[in-house]
């Protein structure tokens, strides 16, 4: 007898299933139906599954309605690169449909997926490089609408790059993978896009049967809604043996309208020695029908270090909601409405980057947006060259436990014009650091410049403040904190000075701080940085809550921090702060007011000209030196 499956029908079912025959399952083969109509036939009773009691894998289904109409009922394959185009598509009963690496389906109508299947996304070149260059490609899929029921899926989980590989791969089982998040111990670079991700995460290694492989790509074209109330995901995997992390996937979504209460999700692993590092998202939608955008993810792996990735959430191509992470590399330009940092997020830009909202920029839900610099650890063309980031917006309210900070992104160990190779020298800029004799440097009423560091050894490290330029066209309400301080720490380190901080806001409102300050290192302590704000209207903010302080303990000097009502040309110094009149300048305001503890510092030659009052609070001082003397 030949143990060969058979397709047939038999009391309106049709079977193509393997059997045992002296205790050896046979492989199941395929189903495969076309039909113009259905008259009430349940397609679940088409099987081709493995035979019982022995280990063995089911066969496929393929079942077409009128050459249009794609339903899955049980397990269905699609090779790599197979492209295909369906008026609608069915996955239920419990199914897999899988489609290979490089696929691209097109479905004009519906594409559901219910009943507790999965629609798996493989993905191709995943085991190294091609023609010397990572090319690893996920599945593309377009469609009229998408739904995704409670308890079904659209998976690329672990269909990214295996054991080892990608451009953020390691081979060690104590180095997690990394892509749009850094894996634990992993020094390669994030790479990809974080607002067009296709790329593939990248694994850790494995050892003694141990395996990882990072999450795939997928890319998701829906011309009407999305409906999303199970999971859409392209996670990390790893098992077995000693394992590390992989990273998360690619999740390239764009969408009419946006709906459900499930989950999106490219989240890094936990292996049995590493995790893995974030994936990316970015979701592009015209509507949003009520679904809870902190439900996208691209989190690191737990318990062993690791980052998130990126989430880039745009709504009607104008306004962008930033509830996880996302990242801007340097010199980045982008325009957008709106824009919402929320749900504890962290939005970080490159320096030199320019952000433009027309409208309201919105930091709340102990958020904060990180702005770095460029060129910070050294000079360029024998100068010193670095830049912070702009910031223009209709207005801008930063909520109490929120922050926009530039700490710590300055000038790094050693570097800057007032920067020092020594641990017992902290960093100058608008105010001395501790035993440097270099000059101040930068301008008060236009700041623009990094803080310098101090010096460190045995691991020690010290960074100046930042550069933050804001332009407010409307009123800016900070009850939280706009801090460019400086900041240090480990083994023996002196103290960085504060950064720069340029305001100009139409109305100035709000209960929060903005802060240049040095830090104390352990060594020694940074100078302040400097800080300008110019406002129209003052509504009830205490120039107080404005400092450029020196670092704490170790002996050193404030920098200058100043308010300028720019419509009366008032000039206000804010507590504890210290402003120089370079030698043969000239200083012009209407009023001028010293606030308690406030020095004006005036060079041989310099003058000051008050065309209103001039006012000294208690303990403000003001000192005058000669000249040619």
């Keep these: 007898m030949t143990n060969r499956p058979a397709t047939f029908v038999r009391n309106n079912a049709a079977y193509a299933n393997g059997w045992v025959t002296n205790g050896s399952p046979t492989v199941p083969t395929k189903v495969t139906v076309y039909y113009g109509t259905n008259n009430g036939f349940d397609l679940t009773h088409a099987t081709a599954t493995g035979g019982p009691y022995f280990p063995s894998t089911a066969g496929t289904t393929y079942i077409l309605e009128n050459s249009a109409n794609l339903y899955v009922p049980t397990k269905l394959d699609l090779p790599a690169d197979h492209v295909a185009t369906y008026a609608n598509v069915t996955v239920f009963h419990g199914a897999p449909l899988t489609l290979g690496g490089g696929s691209h389906i097109s479905v004009s109508n519906a594409l559901v997926v219910t009943e507790n299947a999965t629609l798996l996304l493989q993905s191709k070149n995943t085991t190294g490089q091609v023609n010397e260059s990572w090319q690893g490609v996920g599945v593309t899929i377009s469609a009229g609408s998408v739904q995704v029921d409670a308890g079904s899926a659209i998976s690329a989980d672990g269909q990214g790059y295996v054991t080892g590989q990608g451009p953020g791969g390691s081979v060690s089982y104590t180095i997690g993978g990394t892509y749009g998040g850094q894996g634990t111990g992993n020094t390669a670079s994030t790479y990809g896009s974080a607002l067009t991700p296709t790329d593939l995460g990248s694994a850790g290694g494995g050892a003694y049967g141990g395996w990882s492989a990072g999450g795939g790509a997928i890319r998701l074209i829906v011309a009407g809604t999305l409906t999303n109330d199970g999971t859409i995901s392209a996670n990390g995997r790893s098992g077995a043996g000693n394992n590390a992390g992989a990273s998360g996937g690619s999740l390239y979504v764009t969408a009419g309208t946006l709906a459900g209460t499930g989950t999106f999700t490219a989240n890094g692993n936990q292996g049995s020695n590493a995790s893995g590092g974030g ?18 993810t691209a989190t690191g ?33 982008a325009s957008y409405a709106n824009v919402v940092v929320s749900n504890s997020a962290l939005l970080t830009l490159g320096g030199g980057s320019h952000i433009a909202v027309s409208d309201t920029l919105t930091v709340t839900g102990n958020s904060a947006i990180v702005m770095q610099s460029k060129n910070t650890t050294g000079q360029v063309n024998e100068s010193w060259q670095g830049v912070g980031v702009t910031i223009s917006a209709g207005s801008v309210q930063v909520d109490a436990g929120s922050a926009i900070s530039a700490d710590g992104q300055g000038y790094v160990t050693g570097q800057g014009p007032g920067g020092s190779v020594s641990y017992t020298i902290g960093g100058t800029y608008g105010g001395q650091g501790t035993g440097n004799t270099a000059s101040t440097y930068g301008s008060a009423l236009t700041p623009t410049d990094l803080g310098s560091a101090g010096g460190g050894a045995y691991g020690g490290w010290s960074a100046g403040g930042g550069a933050i330029r804001l332009i407010v066209a409307g009123t800016l309400t900070n009850d939280g904190t706009i801090s460019a301080n400086g900041r240090s720490g480990a083994g023996n380190n002196a103290g960085a000075s504060g950064g720069s901080l340029y305001v100009t806001a139409g109305t100035l409102a709000g209960t929060g701080t903005f802060t240049a300050n040095g830090n104390q290192g352990s060594n020694a302590s940074g100078g302040g940085g400097r800080i300008a704000i110019y406002y129209g209207t003052n509504s009830g903010f205490d120039p107080i809550r404005v400092t450029a302080n020196a670092g704490g303990y170790f002996q050193s000097t404030a920098g200058s921090a100043l308010l300028i009502d720019s419509i009366s040309n008032n000039l206000t110094l804010a507590p504890a702060s210290r402003l120089v009149i370079d030698q043969d300048a000239s200083l012009a305001f209407h009023d001028i007011s010293l606030t308690e503890g406030a020095t004006l510092f005036m060079a041989g030659g310099s003058s000051l000209n008050a065309s209103g009052t001039l006012s000294l609070a208690t303990s403000a001082t003001i000192l005058i030196e000669s000249k040619n003397n």
């Design 279 to 296: 994936g990316r998202i970015a979701i592009y939608y015209g509507t949003n029908s009520g679904f809870d955008l902190t439900h996208a």
């Design 301 to 333: 792996g737990p318990y062993f270090p690791s980052t998130a990735g990126t989430v880039y959430l745009l709504e009607n191509t104008t306004n962008l909601y930033v509830t996880s992470n996302l990242s801007y590399p340097a010199d980045s330009a």
